[in-house]
């Protein structure tokens, strides 16, 4: 099974995502959107996984102990590409989020898992093989508090990338002290 640690949405911001994404749809001439029940902010990607790997996962994202923070959704940017750019939001930077992926990954890291070596840079895929005259911009800010992290699942379900939650960890409330 392919797995990946992420932060999944309210309906609130998944809808302000939504919204982003109708903008390029109204310009892009071509193009993959990321559907609505997959948008997400991951935090490290591991990849294929026996039932050793996933529960030793399991076990790691239980081990994460970390406050609940805020993060905004400041931007929508491209990564351009010769087949058709990827389209993304970016977040407003963040210290606990980064604090919160580091350690992260550091315990994977730790736990044998081979992770990307490249600086982490938070997004959300809109779209991928997108062909559009839209502009990068800056958006209203919007988001949530993060109180949860996933350990996620892909896989093909009749032909769709389906995204499921095979475990979650809740952060520790705002105020409240850390163990």
Not at 46 to 59: E, P, S, Y
Not at 93 to 106: F, H, R, V, Y
Request: aromatic share 6%; charged share 25%; glycine share 6%.
């Amino acid at each position: 099974m392919r797995l990946f640690v992420a932060i999944n949405f309210s309906e609130s911001t998944r809808r302000g995502l939504v919204s982003l994404q109708a903008e390029l749809k109204q310009t892009a001439t071509r193009g993959r959107f990321t559907a609505e029940e997959n948008l997400h902010l991951t935090l490290a990607f591991l990849g294929a996984c026996d039932r050793a790997q996933c529960q030793q996962a399991i076990r790691v994202v239980d081990s994460i102990c970390t406050a609940a923070f805020p993060i905004e959704i400041t931007r929508i940017s491209r990564l351009q590409r010769t087949d058709g750019d990827i389209w993304w939001t970016g977040l407003r930077e963040s210290a606990p989020l980064k604090a919160l992926q580091g350690d992260l990954t550091d315990k994977l890291r730790i736990a044998g898992f081979v992770l990307e070596d490249r600086p982490y840079t938070p997004h959300i895929t809109l779209g991928r093989q997108m062909v559009t005259d839209m502009d990068e911009k800056t958006v209203s800010p919007f988001g949530e508090t993060v109180e949860q992290i996933h350990l996620m699942k892909s896989e093909q379900v009749d032909g769709k990338l389906v995204y499921t939650s095979v475990w979650e960890k809740g952060l520790t409330p705002s105020g409240a002290p850390l163990s």
